[in-house]
């Protein structure tokens, strides 16, 4: 085993966020795993206080996978394969409130689902099935240590408690759409947030997507609709930030990850979440899973 390992902490990072950086380079791997390959090559670094820290471009670095081809249980798979126990998903969103501007930073606690039922979404399949809760969907243990750490954005401001609605994309909204969702409630919207932090709850770590606000989508009236042009207007800046507001926050989340906090109520909850009788479990997907939870449902 490589002396890196485990590597606790995880971060995936999205668009405009495709490296980590003023972090020492460690090594790069990329794990075969029973549900494919990662979306890219993952990066191991070190800070400077010596923790470790996995990196995972959502897209590929180049930007070439779209939300629905994001190879999603690949990636979680992976992390949770190099001993990943919480990840820190950042994730550029568009915003449905006036309150919430461009480059502000958006800790959401709840997500609607309007993704299209394309993408896989589950391990749990192939004669075995499971039922993870999924109530709240966010950690929040690694919610408060980043709200802790609210105060070293700079040029925006941070907000918590939000709900974050995921569409299929890749267009974005119609108007129409975007009132609606409004009317339903969210915050904010993008088109990653699942089946990510379904699986992630799957695979028993904990999960905190950290939404940086890029645009208003398209609900207000007269003025011009989200393009990728005013959304990229808006990445560096918030890349900027994400690069802080992670140098801030990693050592609160070692120290919850080291005190076992970050996975209460989260460890050990999928063997229980199973509900296939011991002799119907097919023996390929229990082999499947023993990547993700080994010793869970072998008889
Ligand atoms: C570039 S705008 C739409 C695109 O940006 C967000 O990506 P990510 O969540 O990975 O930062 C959004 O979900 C869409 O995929
Ligand atoms: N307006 C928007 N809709 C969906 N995803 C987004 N990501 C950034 N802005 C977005």
Redesign the pocket.
Known sequence: MASYLPVKIAVIGG?GLYNLEGIEFVAEVNPDTPWGKPSDAITIARTADGTHVAFLARHGRGHYLTPTEVPSRANMAALKSLGVEAILAFS???SLREELAPRDFILPSQIIDRTKGIRPSTFFEDGIVAHAMFADPFSKVLEQVIWDQRDVLEGGKFHKDKTLIC?E?PQ??TRAESNMYRSFGADV???SALPEAKLAREAEMAYQMICMS??Y?CWKEHEVA?TVEA?VANLNANSANAQRVLKAILPGVRKVVEDGSVLEGLKGSMRFACMTAPAKRSKAAVEKLEFLLPGYYTV
């Open positions: 668009s550029a969103v568009g569409m994309g974005f909204s919207i993008n088109m890029t645009d989508d989200v959304v």
